[in-house]
Nanobody, 117 residues
Framework: VQLQESGPGLVKPSQILSLTCTVS??????????WSWIRQSPGKGLEWIGD???????SYSPSLKIRTSISRDTSKNQFTLQLNSVTPEDTAVYYC??????????WGQGTQVTVSS
């Protein structure tokens, strides 16, 4: 499975951050896969943002839930992240990730997103 993030590298404060993960080598509807968004801010560890699973159910980090939406397009084999009302604290490298049964773990290369006016 290969994952590739895409989206704008610069977002203005208060706007919406939107990223897409394009999946190849496997289907996002394959049983028991969980498709996540994870970020790493400068000088900090990895932060799980949320996920969408093989059946389309979503889960979100409690600290980001109010601003986050994850959806999918099965026809394009993609899943997307929307993060609303961004601030400079949302500046980070954003990764998409796929996990199957805690055995298989795939990562995109990551994409830098900077929040700045």
């Amino acid at each position: 499975v290969q994952l590739q993030e895409s989206g704008p590298g610069l977002v203005k404060p208060s706007q919406i951050l939107s990223l897409t993960c394009t999946v190849s080598g496997g289907s996002i509807t394959t049983n028991y896969y969980y498709w996540s968004w994870i970020r790493q801010s400068p000088g900090k560890g990895l932060e799980w943002i949320g996920d969408i699973n093989y059946s389309g159910s979503t889960s979100y980090s409690p600290s980001l839930k109010i601003r986050t939406s994850i959806s999918r397009d099965t026809s394009k084999n993609q899943f997307t992240l929307q993060l609303n009302s961004v601030t400079p604290e949302d500046t980070a490298v954003y990764y998409c990730n796929a996990v199957l049964a805690s055995v298989y773990d795939y990562w995109g290369q990551g994409t830098q997103v900077t929040v700045s006016s």
